[in-house]
């Protein structure tokens, strides 16, 4: 195996717009990244371009030392050693789960007991060794996707693409076939690249995230930093729940804002001072009496704990996590533990 590098990788479908303007990504070896982003984002063009569906505008996609395609050509899908699960499964109906996973081998020549032997181990890798004979409409929305999953470690792929494939399972199932994901990763050491819009499928599945917007690449990181320390507003918008508060802020000093930093911006007087964009996480916001002022917009019971919408007295807003019952129009004091200057 090798590493996947995208170099400015660009693709224009002619509507006046780039559907992904100068992507660049080493991806590392045995790696799993998760592209992010909300629709319309240029995410799955680059899934596309990286499976060989479609030919880059410009820039170029290699594989170690190997052009797999540029502008000038390209090395077709089946010639490029990856699988690729669907979000929509793609499972042939008219076979059992054993002949759909096996399909890929049947392709390549494979047959015998080398065949069996690799449809029996990939089933088993996906704990459906029992259910080789059933017809994929016999089985639950969870039980295909990791068919389809299945018929990927059959021919022990380089790269492995997944695009948005947990869309269409509730989220019981989700967080089952998250645990899949990873289990997959860790036993078949293959490189995966998981397309999703859902920022915590991402965070759980995925050893580095990649944030897309309008086709550009914004930030790349691993989930935790991402979290921690997202840059720009669009990054920190996306990633996790949060408020953005406008507040005075010298960019020369740190970025890692405790209570004492944040109380002296708010309080600050200083009409020269530019205003710097600081995310504030809701599990940061602690309310207390010592604090600042605050009105409670909204309160909503989510089981363990009240989610809060707070206005602050300069009509921005926060949002809080409290154990204890709030009303709208509840006066209440806020302290802020931590914030990040974007």
Request: hydrophobic fraction near 45%; aromatic fraction near 6%.
């Amino acid at each position: 195996m090798a590493k996947l590098i995208l170099h400015q990788l660009s693709k224009d479908f002619g509507t006046g717009k780039p559907a992904v303007s100068a992507v660049s990504l080493d991806i590392r070896e045995g790696g799993f990244l998760a592209l992010l982003g909300p629709s319309g984002c240029g995410k799955t063009t680059v899934l596309r371009m990286i499976a060989g569906f479609e030919q880059p505008s410009d820039g170029s996609i290699l594989y170690g030392e190997r052009l797999l395609s540029d502008a000038a050509g390209i090395v077709p899908p089946e010639k490029r050693n990856m699988a690729m699960v669907f979000q929509s499964y793609a499972l042939w109906p008219h076979m059992s789960v054993a002949d759909n996973v096996g399909y890929p081998l049947k392709v390549r020549g494979i047959s015998g007991e080398r065949y069996c032997a690799k449809v029996g181990e990939a089933l088993d890798s996906v704990r459906l060794a029992a259910y080789g004979d059933r017809r994929p409409a016999d089985l639950s929305g969870g039980q295909r996707q990791r068919v389809a999953l299945a018929r990927c470690l059959v021919t022990s792929p380089d790269v492995v693409l997944l695009d948005e494939p947990l869309a269409n399972l509730d989220r019981h199932l989700r967080q089952e076939m998250e645990e899949t994901f990873r289990e997959f990763h860790a036993r078949s050491g293959a490189t995966m690249i998981y397309v999703t819009h859902d920022q915590a499928e991402a965070m759980a599945v995925a050893t580095d995230v990649a944030v897309m917007s309008e086709g550009r690449l914004l930030q790349v990181a691993a989930p935790a930093g991402i979290y921690a320390r997202p840059e720009g507003k669009l990054v920190g918008g996306l990633i996790g729940q949060g408020a953005i508060l406008s507040l005075p802020h010298d960019f020369s000093a740190r970025r890692d804002l405790g209570w004492e930093a944040l109380r002296s911006l708010f309080n600050a007087t200083d009409a020269a001072t530019p205003n710097a964009d600081i995310l504030v996480r809701p599990q940061d916001v602690v309310l207390s009496p010592e604090g600042i002022a605050a009105t409670v917009v909204s309160a909503v019971f989510e089981g363990e704990r009240y989610a809060l919408r707070l206005q602050l007295a300069d009509g921005q807003a926060l949002r809080a996590f409290s154990r204890d019952p709030a009303l709208p129009g509840d006066r209440v004091g806020v302290v802020i533990s931590h914030g990040w200057r974007l």
